[in-house]
């Protein structure tokens, strides 16, 4: 089994080290092969000269974000991707925000995409776009939440003071940890569907950002920063993080869970946060 993962990022790293200890051989890109970092066992190649690789792939992981010009990966290397006669399964890496705003309702796999936000709008053109160069092949539409893990998540805000515990009544977001990603691409890829599929990687329960920021400093055994008051914190937001917070749903990931088989590693943020501190030797497993 030769795995490609296109875009040897954060969340492509954490597959590639699972993709390896499932027994796949794995190739990563990067745009510059010297500075990456890849899991031992995996070999790097420039993203611009990937061709031969994914011509030799049985399974393809898409990590990279879509341009204005649409998914890197077809622009540079559709026919590498039409050529690979042994490609049995391709994962793309896509975004819940394809579901837009639903005024905090629940949305499952089978919720018809609604992007507002012109990135979401780009991530599902790109969807269908690899629905089209699948040409019959499985094809996997990772539908992703909030990513936190190691390095990135309320643990390191609150120990650098930075982080804020702002309150919108009724408002939630749905999150999942790097290492469930990997899990359940890898799981994916080991038993791939007829077609295309909408797969959802979130955990089991969307959160408010003051509730996970107060546990990572219960954690940390120091003291929450005070609550503020979203219309008073919106003032300080960059529009990025505005676009974040004008949309609200609670995504489920039942149906995922169970035509892979498998439970999360952290089924909420508390697992998630323990997790990482017990990775860095301060905290329990």
Known sequence: ????????????????????????????????????????????????????AIAQATHLVVTAAPEAEGCPVLATHAGAVAAATGLRWIG??????????????????????????????????????????????????????????????????????????????????????????????????????????VLHLVDDEPAGNAEVVAEAARLLGVAPPPEIPFEVARTGMSPMALSFWSENRRVTSGATRAALGITWRCPSYREGLARILAGEGQGRP
């Open 92 to 197: 793309y890496l896509s975004t819940t925000g394809v579901y837009g705003d639903r005024g905090g309702a629940e949305v499952d796999e089978a919720t018809p995409p609604a992007p507002g936000q012109p990135r979401s709008q780009r991530r599902l053109a790109a969807e269908n776009a690899w629905r089209l160069a699948a040409a019959g092949r499985a094809l996997d539409l990772f539908r992703i939440g909030g990513i936190y893990g190691p390095g990135r998540s309320a643990l390191e805000d609150v120990r650098a003071g930075t982080a804020r515990r702002v309150v919108k009544p009724g408002h939630s977001f749905s999150r999942i940890h790097v290492d469930d990603i990997a899990l359940a691409v890898v799981a994916a890829a080991r038993q791939p569907s007829a077609g295309a599929r």
């Open 1 to 52: 089994m030769r795995m490609v993962i296109a875009g040897l990022g954060y969340a492509g790293s954490a597959i590639a080290a699972e993709a390896v200890a499932a027994g796949f051989a794995v190739t990563g890109t990067a745009r510059d092969p010297g500075r990456a970092t890849a899991p031992e066992g995996v070999a790097v190649v420039r993203f611009a000269e990937a061709g031969e």
